[in-house]
């Protein structure tokens, strides 16, 4: 048995075991009734700052070495960074800079201790930076699986969070091919504090970097590859006025915090994350996917964009039972989706670096924070809307939609677009079907309404609805015809909605997820050991057969931080 089908035993058993089916194969005790949601608090526990304070908001690849390097020349007193890995030489010489230019600036790393991919940049960077006085401890050990956070705190009034380390693949040269990561710096002596208590916390327990048992790695590599993405997002965002701050840790309120926005959603739930594993063992992540299902379940629309990796088959295969489109990141512009980000009601926004793995939710050390301000989560839902546009939508039988504005008020016509770049240019005909409210499905037919797409191919087609009443619902499908075979999307809900009032939430999904659902992860998972081909495909009559365009290549399957 290869490593695959161990793990995809090891699943199943899983799968079995949560769900209660596996009361078979143990003891009477080991019931589905036993299974329990909840979430661990350690040392730093829930709380939120009500603040009238000044946000920046800035995106990689776009303007994120603009506005990190903007940020640390403006310190006057201290720059204390908490990362996971540096492998950025151009960020290396600015500290060096700003260590001549400004000799009184007070400086301490705290690098990750098992930061796989980053073991001899790290040590190389500790090498480098004590060689200029500046102390750099490694995280404890014993504390974590993985320190895998990355924040920064500036003359102690100013946080950043990053979803990225201090690559070169996260703050680029201009040209240069990198993620998509988002960050935001918070300005706010009170919400600093927060910070600087758990970076004070774990630089007490650190371990001084060593040159003798630790080495001096290797120097950063300058090299790049060229890019010819627009950088759309390149100005940050700048917002000053009254903020809900939640700063969000693992081990501690991770779990907490994002179940607490997929919890809020009302209308509109967009998440962006590498990657979902751990699926089917029980722990946080089936937590996660029990939340996601239960806002589709409560009439909230939900977009994901991940990668074709770990366990992308099964929860892509689970989601479209429940008709939640995932997509996969473009590949084109961006080296990779390193993002791990949720926007509810395009009012909360979480930036942080926490994966969708029970180690990165319940074993790591990880930051984040979850601002609740519509103008800095708007400025994020333009990010996320531009990459659903140009994202790969294979697993939606290659048809993609989406609608603007997201929530249209009853004063709002609305725009849909059918997005057929995974199809072009090959195309023969496309439609959009639309149901308003409880009335009659139309079917209209819109080849001819067609524009460029933001990569200036005329693959984009659109289709108005006239503004409806506030309350009401309506569903779509896009259909795309290449020869004779017709590719049909999810369908996706649009809600008008004059205003939404803010949701009592809890941090825990229905209590009964396992009895709902663990009979579909079953069936997902068994789908795709199978090879079934994905249940979209399945209850729509046709299997394979798909060509993806040229440049359109699926993403070879690797581990990264």
């Given at each position: 048995?290869?490593?695959?089908?161990?793990?995809?035993?090891?699943?199943?058993?899983?799968?079995?075991?949560?769900?209660?089916?596996?009361?078979?194969?143990?003891?009477?005790?080991?019931?589905?009734?036993?299974?329990?949601?909840?979430?661990?608090?350690?040392?730093?526990?829930?709380?939120t700052f009500d603040r009238?304070?000044?946000?920046?908001?800035?995106?990689?690849?776009?303007?994120?070495r603009e506005a990190l390097?903007?940020?640390?020349?403006?310190?006057?007193?201290?720059?204390?960074?908490?990362?996971?890995?540096?492998?950025?030489?151009?960020?290396?010489?600015?500290?060096?800079?700003?260590?001549?230019?400004?000799?009184?600036?007070?400086?301490?790393?705290?690098?990750?201790?098992?930061?796989?991919?980053?073991?001899?940049?790290?040590?190389?960077?500790?090498?480098?930076?004590?060689?200029?006085?500046?102390?750099?401890?490694?995280?404890?050990?014993?504390?974590?699986?993985?320190?895998?956070?990355?924040?920064?705190?500036?003359?102690?009034?100013?946080?950043?969070?990053?979803?990225?380390?201090?690559?070169?693949?996260?703050?680029?040269?201009?040209?240069?091919?990198?993620?998509?990561?988002?960050?935001?710096?918070?300005?706010?002596?009170?919400?600093?504090?927060?910070?600087?208590?758990?970076?004070?916390?774990?630089?007490?327990?650190?371990?001084?970097?060593?040159?003798?048992?630790?080495?001096?790695?290797?120097?950063?590599?300058?090299?790049?590859?060229?890019?010819?993405?627009?950088?759309?997002?390149?100005?940050?965002?700048?917002?000053?006025?009254?903020?809900?701050?939640?700063?969000?840790?693992?081990?501690?309120?991770?779990?907490?915090?994002?179940?607490?926005?997929?919890?809020?959603?009302?209308?509109?739930?967009?998440?962006?994350?590498?990657?979902?594993?751990?699926?089917?063992?029980?722990?946080?992540?089936?937590?996660?996917?029990?939340?996601?299902?239960?806002?589709?379940?409560?009439?909230?629309?939900?977009?994901?964009?991940?990668?074709?990796?770990?366990?992308?088959?099964?929860?892509?295969?689970?989601?479209?039972?429940?008709?939640?489109?995932?997509?996969?990141?473009?590949?084109?512009?961006?080296?990779?989706?390193?993002?791990?980000?949720?926007?509810?009601?395009?009012?909360?926004?979480?930036?942080?670096?926490?994966?969708?793995?029970?180690?990165?939710?319940?074993?790591?050390?990880?930051?984040?924070?979850?601002?609740?301000?519509?103008?800095?989560a708007q400025w994020y839902?333009?990010?996320?809307?531009?990459?659903?546009?140009?994202?790969?939508?294979?697993?939606?039988?290659?048809?993609?939609?989406?609608?603007?504005?997201?929530?249209?008020?009853?004063?709002?016509?609305?725009?849909?677009?059918?997005?057929?770049?995974?199809?072009?240019?090959?195309?023969?005909?496309?439609?959009?079907?639309?149901?308003?409210?409880?009335?009659?499905?139309?079917?209209?037919?819109?080849?001819?309404?067609?524009?460029?797409?933001?990569?200036?191919?005329?693959?984009?087609?659109?289709?108005?609805?006239?503004?409806?009443?506030?309350?009401?619902?309506?569903?779509?499908?896009?259909?795309?015809?290449?020869?004779?075979?017709?590719?049909?999307?999810?369908?996706?809900?649009?809600?008008?909605?004059?205003?939404?009032?803010?949701?009592?939430?809890?941090?825990?999904?229905?209590?009964?997820?396992?009895?709902?659902?663990?009979?579909?992860?079953?069936?997902?998972?068994?789908?795709?050991?199978?090879?079934?081909?994905?249940?979209?495909?399945?209850?729509?009559?046709?299997?394979?057969?798909?060509?993806?365009?040229?440049?359109?290549?699926?993403?070879?399957?690797?581990?990264?931080?």
């Amino acid at each position: 048995m290869n490593r695959n089908h161990h793990k995809a035993a090891a699943l199943v058993f899983a799968a079995l075991m949560v769900s209660g089916i596996g009361t078979l194969l143990m003891t009477a005790e080991a019931t589905a009734g036993s299974y329990e949601f909840d979430f661990s608090p350690l040392d730093f526990t829930w709380q939120t700052f009500d603040r009238n304070m000044n946000v920046t908001t800035f995106v990689s690849p776009d303007g994120s070495r603009e506005a990190l390097w903007h940020i640390l020349n403006s310190a006057q007193e201290s720059i204390y960074v908490e990362i996971f890995g540096i492998n950025n030489p151009y960020i290396l010489d600015l500290i060096h800079e700003l260590h001549t230019t400004k000799p009184a600036l007070d400086f301490k790393f705290l690098l990750g201790y098992n930061s796989i991919g980053y073991y001899i940049p790290n040590d190389h960077v500790a090498y480098n930076l004590t060689q200029l006085g500046i102390p750099v401890r490694w995280t404890n050990s014993d504390d974590f699986t993985y320190a895998h956070q990355k924040f920064v705190i500036v003359d102690n009034k100013t946080t950043v969070v990053h979803s990225g380390n201090w690559a070169k693949t996260s703050f680029p040269q201009d040209g240069d091919k990198a993620n998509r990561e988002w960050s935001i710096a918070m300005t706010d002596t009170e919400v600093t504090n927060y910070y600087r208590d758990v970076f004070d916390y774990d630089w007490s327990r650190g371990t001084d970097y060593d040159e003798v048992s630790d080495g001096i790695g290797s120097p950063l590599t300058r090299t790049g590859t060229s890019s010819t993405y627009p950088n759309p997002f390149a100005t940050p965002g700048q917002f000053s006025g009254q903020m809900a701050v939640t700063p969000i840790f693992s081990p501690d309120t991770s779990l907490q915090g994002i179940l607490y926005c997929i919890n809020s959603a009302q209308a509109t739930l967009d998440i962006q994350i590498p990657y979902f594993t751990s699926v089917g063992d029980g722990g946080a992540v089936d937590q996660v996917i029990a939340a996601i299902l239960a806002a589709k379940g409560r009439g909230v629309t939900v977009r994901v964009i991940s990668e074709e990796e770990y366990d992308f088959e099964i929860v892509a295969d689970l989601f479209h039972q429940h008709d939640i489109p995932i997509a996969w990141q473009d590949t084109r512009w961006f080296t990779a989706n390193h993002n791990k980000a949720i926007i509810v009601d395009g009012m909360i926004v979480l930036i942080s670096s926490i994966n969708y793995s029970d180690g990165s939710i319940s074993e790591n050390r990880e930051a984040g924070v979850i601002i609740e301000n519509q103008n800095v989560a708007q400025w994020y839902q333009d990010v996320f809307d531009f990459d659903w546009e140009i994202a790969d939508s294979e697993a939606m039988d290659e048809v993609n939609v989406y609608w603007a504005p997201n929530i249209p008020t009853s004063s709002s016509p609305i725009t849909v677009t059918v997005y057929a770049h995974d199809l072009y240019p090959d195309v023969d005909e496309v439609q959009l079907d639309v149901k308003i409210g409880d009335g009659a499905w139309s079917n209209n037919t819109i080849t001819s309404n067609v524009v460029e797409s933001l990569e200036g191919d005329l693959e984009n087609y659109f289709y108005e609805i006239s503004a409806q009443a506030d309350g009401t619902n309506i569903t779509v499908v896009g259909r795309i015809r290449v020869s004779a075979t017709w590719h049909i999307g999810v369908p996706m809900v649009i809600r008008v909605r004059n205003s939404i009032a803010p949701l009592t939430t809890t941090t825990t999904p229905p209590p009964d997820f396992m009895a709902t659902y663990g009979p579909l992860m079953i069936a997902a998972i068994i789908a795709v050991l199978c090879g079934g081909g994905g249940y979209a495909a399945r209850r729509r009559g046709y299997l394979g057969g798909r060509t993806r365009s040229s440049g359109r290549k699926r993403k070879s399957k690797k581990k990264r931080s």
